[in-house]
């Protein structure tokens, strides 16, 4: 039996939580003993069977580098972290996961050179001092070998599924509604620009849909403004970040869920919504065709308003669940777990 350490500051997030979650959710707990770090107000809220250390900083900050249990870490056998952030000072065995190199991509997510410069070096120090290295698609992998092709460590790609309350959530309560639903971030890779542009052209046509947008401006400085603007004064439904049940209905109760992502590393929005019986309208970028490829979904071709707004004016919202039973089989969180829980020997 091993004693694992795991960063669950991301608990409660969008992306990278929801990933962590599905991780929590599957691991065998009497196989190994684990160590859960992590929000007062958010670890408090859970059941599952760890032990419980409370640490409130941002792993996102220099605090989050610095103010962290280390001791404690450091007494257990493995750490595990989601992302790419390793706090100062831990020194047992890790493993990490990265999901995407997007900061590298698109310098509109970073705060300027030196913090892109920052996010690199913590990559590479990522890579150092990790054992195994996960990510969550072969796109995904290419593109981290790309941006750093002397990596000595193996990649291991373990795709993403779906957390366990998505799974039991009900969604034949729910009743379809007449508008469609984007659920991310507010950053220019996410697309947004070309669903404003499409939903402008759908008005024009005098259909009354509406459009509600799930998320988070996050960062000011990596959000996109100038579209975060837009929709605020736009008529838009504009309701922040949701998570939990809230999250959960309004995506089975829309027509079709919109994802426009430029580029994403996995993207799990859409296979959230396959679970929840909505329809996904996606664009065609290369991770979205490695995932998608064969479900249920709508593809449209990237950054075409014109051929996203025909697309969803012409969308069949009903789900054909023969179509995704190979792809929740693929994509689970039962599979993830079992085999980043296969690393701690």
Same mark, same amino acid.
């Given at each position: ?29 009497? +196989? ?11 670890? %408090? ?132 509604? %007449? ?21 402008? +052209? ?22 996109? /403004?100038?579209?975060? @603007? ?21 995506? /089975? ?25 909505? +329809? ?62 296969? @690393?701690?020997?």
């Amino acid at each position: 039996m091993s004693t694992v350490a795991i960063d669950c500051r991301y608990l409660g997030n969008s992306g990278i939580g929801r990933h962590i979650e599905g991780i929590l959710d599957y691991l065998n707990y009497e +196989k190994d003993e684990f160590v859960l770090i992590g929000k007062k107000e958010v670890l %408090d809220k859970t059941s599952y069977p760890a032990r419980k250390i409370y640490c409130e900083s941002h792993p996102f900050s220099v605090n989050g580098l610095t103010d962290f249990p280390v001791k404690e870490v450091n007494k257990c056998d493995y750490f595990y972290t989601p992302d790419f952030i390793i706090p100062l000072g831990v020194r047992t065995r890790v493993l990490s996961t990265l999901h995407d190199v997007v900061f590298l991509e698109y310098k509109e997510c970073c705060n300027g050179a030196a913090d892109k410069l920052i996010k690199k070096y913590m990559i590479k120090r990522a890579m150092k001092k990790s054992e195994k290295i996960f990510t969550v698609s072969q796109f995904s992998k290419n593109r981290i070998l790309h941006f750093f092709p002397h990596c000595k460590k193996e990649i291991k790609v373990i795709y993403n599924g779906v957390s366990k309350s998505f799974i039991d959530f009900d969604a034949s309560s729910c009743v379809k509604s %007449d508008y469609f639903v984007y659920v991310g971030n507010i950053k220019k890779h996410k697309g947004l620009k070309t669903l404003l542009s499409a939903y402008e +052209k759908i008005k024009e046509k005098g259909d009354g849909i509406k459009l509600y947008v799930l998320g988070s401006e996050e960062n000011f400085r990596t959000s996109d /403004a100038e579209t975060a @603007e837009k929709i605020k004064n736009s008529d838009i439904c504009f309701t922040g970040y949701k998570s939990g049940e809230d999250l959960m209905r309004f995506i /089975a109760e829309a027509k079709a869920l919109v994802q426009p992502s430029l580029y994403e590393g996995f993207g799990l929005p859409p296979l959230e919504a396959l679970y929840l019986k909505t +329809k996904p309208v996606i664009s065609d970028i290369e991770v979205f065709k490695e995932i998608y490829s064969g479900a249920d979904v709508v593809f449209f071709r990237s950054e075409d308003a014109q051929d996203l707004c025909e697309k969803l004016l012409h969308v069949d919202p009903v789900v054909n669940p023969d179509k995704n039973a190979a792809v929740f089989e693929k994509y689970n969180f039962k599979t993830v777990a079992e085999k980043v829980q296969e @690393e701690f020997i």
